[in-house]
């Protein structure tokens, strides 16, 4: 499985024709990267990867996917180019069970999904024990695993994470980076939005840095740790996160 | 000519008293972004009420008192403000379209009151014989109804000019804050269920006036005149005319009923005797066109104001 | 005379429940009250009537004691079918584009005229007074003490719940069916995993649509045809949705039953005439009390 490489050239993009939340955005993604996406409330940073998933109208400019462009697609027409995003709430169907959640995920397989629902439960062994309860009975890390082993299903070359450690507790934002490292190790390029810096950046190749709808910062991820701005932005702390 | 002039008049007076039950629907929604689906119900009330207080005794049912015009008017506003408190407190706290629903309830569980309770209503048979206000002063019907579409024109203007200072007093300033963000206007400390069920009760009473009014000048009043295609004339009135604009609701109320009366006639002059009920089936058809095309190409009517529209409408993917 | 009451009311909730179904669907998947979901009961029933009548012609009898055979059964799949577009026309001239536009007030308005424009065409159509689909005067049988149904009505309860059987099964071993239960509960989800919506909601107005004209269909069957049925039963058909919580397919046919039994239980304490007050007020207390309704998702 190869990843996809990605390049978001000047994106404008907003809820509201007129009104940007993304105004002229670059960056790029190469394959089998992870790129983290950082910036403070109202930076825009769900919006950005709302609008690659093709949930939020793009005003200018483009999404190239290994040189094609997908800017303003539909939603499910990035799923079938394997694109798979998941949301930071409301991520799971909770009135259906784990399995169905991970069905509706291999939607586009019409019905050939058997090899994929064991891998995903090979990749979360949790959830074959529980792959009958409804999602929304379960607590927040099986959620969230659901949440991401519905977007694995399609076997994505690009999966776009928003704030997966949400609300989380430290234990389970570890191992949750941790899947997320091993996703990526076979090979699926991840593009990831976070508020928690630290956890993300250690397991990223590289970071963004956002501010009001631009890319403020870009460099690797070590370098950003060590960065006394950001450092600053995100903990008050002088001399980096590290 | 002089039929044609008598029928003017006629058509004046009827479409005066659309005009103030649109003013007063007006206020509910165009100002305060209330779904009141029930406005045959509280027109009802109205005029039931009036025609309980004024109209002449009855063996089979209640009334009347004998009240005079105006202070039977009045009275009848009270008890249509009675009715939409009963009925605003439970439901005003609802979204939307669960107003919505409940109002429909509501003027369903009216008409249904209307109809079974004889001793009340006079049931099927409605009310009749209802006193009009200086029924004998005057030496023609036309002569008569020249001077009620007089009086008509004066409530008009009154329940207008009220509206108009309403709307634009604090008060009213606070109303249209609520309708646009309700979570904004309530951290700045106002009570918006308070303001919401205050424009609910007035809009009421003046929806409940044109009841009274109605009834007094047609003096024969039965369930059948408060049908949900009524509530529905109302509203396509203020949509076309313009919500959020007192005067777009007074031109609305007379263009549609002007389509109405319109299509009825033709349709008599057209239609034999046997399809005369396939007629009025078919201006309610023509009616719903007309309001179909204006909310898909200019859903703010002719004067209204975009901000009474934008609603708290959920985007859908499509 | 309870327990007959009871099958009264059993016998109103496998219409109220067949049209509940259609309206939590579309009401949760499109996010708005549909005023004119009784248009399709009552088209629903019409256009049976139509096709029944046009088979008439044949020589087919009876099922045994019944009061129709094949005729009507054909006439209801082709009702089903028919009206499924209908509401697909409907959605497409008035509701699409009044979504585009986000004006939230012009949908329910809009949804409410086009119920009394669409009663009205039948007005125009058909004419106002009521039919019904046979001439033939059925006895009613006692099968329990106390308790005398027609065959008519038995047959409209087991079909009614042999139809809610096919829909879980529907909903729960089909593709298609996942899919409407995925985006009733997360349309934004459903998108981002593949689904296209537009075309299941196509289908959502199809199921709907067709439950609806089968309801409408055994509404006529038990009762009679008028113009004004489907708008008649709105209001209960709305409380049966909200009481078993809008989104749910089974509260919606809980909600039916309970509020058919309800309604005709009320005969025993309160004047017949005032048998759609009772789910009014149900819907009230539930909207007051508990707003998700019984099986709804408290959100």
Request: glycine share 12%.
């Amino acid at each position: 499985m190869i990843g996809a490489t990605l390049q978001v050239s000047n994106l404008v993009a907003g809820y509201t024709p007129g009104v940007p939340i993304v105004r002229g955005l670059s960056l790029t993604v190469a394959a089998g990267e992870i790129v983290t996406v950082l910036g403070p409330n109202g930076a825009g940073k769900s919006t950005l990867v709302k609008a690659i998933a093709g949930l939020v109208s793009v005003f200018e400019g483009s999404v190239f996917l290994d040189g094609a462009d997908f800017a303003g697609h539909k939603a499910h027409t990035l799923v079938s180019a394997g694109v798979a995003f998941v949301p930071q709430n409301e991520n799971v169907f909770r009135r259906m069970s784990v399995q169905e959640n991970l069905e509706i995920g291999g939607y586009l397989y019409r019905g050939r999904i058997k090899e994929r629902l064991e891998a995903i439960y090979d990749l979360f062994p949790d959830l074959a024990r529980l792959r009958h309860h409804p999602a929304g009975k379960l607590s927040g890390g099986q959620r969230q695993m659901v949440a991401v082993g519905r977007a694995l299903m399609i076997a994505p070359r690009l999966l776009i994470l928003d704030e997966p450690s949400a609300g989380l507790s430290p234990k389970l934002v570890g191992m949750v980076f941790q899947r997320v490292r091993a996703v990526r190790d076979t090979g699926v390029t991840i593009l990831m939005v976070e508020q928690n810096a630290k956890a993300a950046l250690l397991i990223s190749d590289r970071g963004y840095v956002l501010a009001e709808g631009q890319e403020r910062i870009c460099d690797a991820a070590d370098a950003l740790l060590h960065n006394p701005e950001v450092g600053e932005l995100y903990l008050g702390a002088k001399g980096g996160l590290v | 000519m002089i039929g044609l002039f008598s029928y003017l008049v006629f058509f004046l007076i009827i479409a005066s008293v659309f005009a103030i039950v649109c003013l007063g629907l007006n206020l509910q929604w165009g100002y305060t972004g209330l779904f009141n689906i029930g406005v045959a119900g509280f027109f009802a009330v109205g005029a039931y009420s009036y025609a309980i207080l004024a109209g002449p005794h009855h063996a089979a049912r209640l009334g009347s008192f004998g009240v005079p015009f105006l202070p039977a008017l009045a009275l009848s506003m009270v008890a249509a403000g009675l009715a939409a408190l009963l009925v605003g407190f439970p439901t005003l706290r609802l979204r939307d379209d669960y107003l919505a629903i409940a109002t429909i309830g509501i003027a369903s569980s009216i008409q249904l009151v209307a109809t079974n309770e004889r001793w009340l209503t006079g049931g099927t048979q409605g009310a009749r014989n209802i006193v009009q206000p200086l029924a004998g002063a005057f030496s023609s019907p036309l002569r008569y109804n020249l001077f009620f579409l007089a009086m008509m024109v004066a409530f008009v203007a009154v329940v207008y000019l009220a509206l108009e200072r309403m709307v634009n007093s604090p008060w009213g300033r606070v109303l249209m804050a609520i309708r646009e963000d309700e979570t904004a206007a309530s951290s700045l400390g106002k009570n918006a269920f308070a303001y919401r069920l205050q424009s609910f009760v007035i809009g009421s009473m003046i929806i409940g006036l044109g009841g009274a009014l109605y009834a007094s000048f047609i003096t024969f009043i039965s369930p059948e005149d408060f049908l949900p295609v009524l509530t529905f004339q109302v509203w396509a009135m203020l949509i076309v005319g313009g919500s959020g604009n007192n005067r777009g609701a007074i031109i609305g109320a007379v263009l549609i009923w002007g389509l109405w009366t319109g299509s009825g006639s033709l349709a008599q002059m057209v239609l034999p005797a046997d399809l005369q009920v396939k007629g009025g089936a078919i201006q309610i058809v023509l009616i719903g066109l007309v309001l179909m095309v204006v909310l898909i190409f200019r859903p703010r009517g002719l004067f209204g104001s975009r901000k009474a529209l934008i609603g708290h409408g959920a985007t859908v993917p499509e | 005379m309870l327990a007959q009451l009871l099958a009264n009311g059993i016998i109103l909730g496998a219409t109220l429940a067949l049209g509940a179904i259609g309206l939590t669907l579309t009401y949760n998947v499109l996010n708005f009250a549909n005023f004119a979901h009784g248009s399709l009961l009552s088209w629903g029933a019409y256009l049976a009537f139509a096709f029944a009548l046009a088979f008439a012609g044949s020589t087919a009898t009876g099922f045994g004691p019944l009061s129709f055979g094949w005729p009507l059964l054909f006439a209801l799949i082709l009702s089903a079918t028919l009206t499924s577009v209908l509401a697909i026309v409907v959605d497409f001239l008035v509701f699409r584009p009044l979504r585009r536009s986000n004006v939230q007030v012009a949908l329910v308005i809009a949804s409410f005229g086009a119920s009394l424009m669409l009663r009205n065409l039948i007005i125009v159509i058909w004419g106002p007074e009521p039919k019904y689909y046979t001439s033939d005067i059925q006895i009613q049988q006692a099968i329990l003490p106390g308790v005398r149904a027609t065959p008519d009505q038995m047959f409209v309860v087991v079909l009614a719940l042999v139809l809610v059987v096919v829909l879980h099964l529907f909903l729960t071993r089909t593709r298609l069916g996942k899919a409407m239960r995925a985006i009733a509960d997360n349309p934004v989800l459903a998108e981002v995993s593949g689904v296209n919506v537009r075309n299941v909601i196509y289908w959502t107005w199809v199921v709907g649509g067709s439950l609806a004209a089968a309801g409408g269909v055994f509404y006529g069957l038990t009762v009679q045809i008028l113009p004004e049925m489907g708008f008649n039963l709105l209001l209960p058909l709305f409380a049966a949705a909200i009481l078993g919580g809008i989104g749910s397919i089974y509260g919606a046919v809980l909600g039916g039953f309970v509020i058919g039994i309800a309604s005709d239980l009320s005969v025993a304490v309160i004047s017949p005439g005032y048998k759609p007050a009772v789910a009014f007020i149900i819907m009230i207390l539930v909207l007051l009390l508990r707003p998700s309704g019984i099986l709804g998702e408290k959100k």
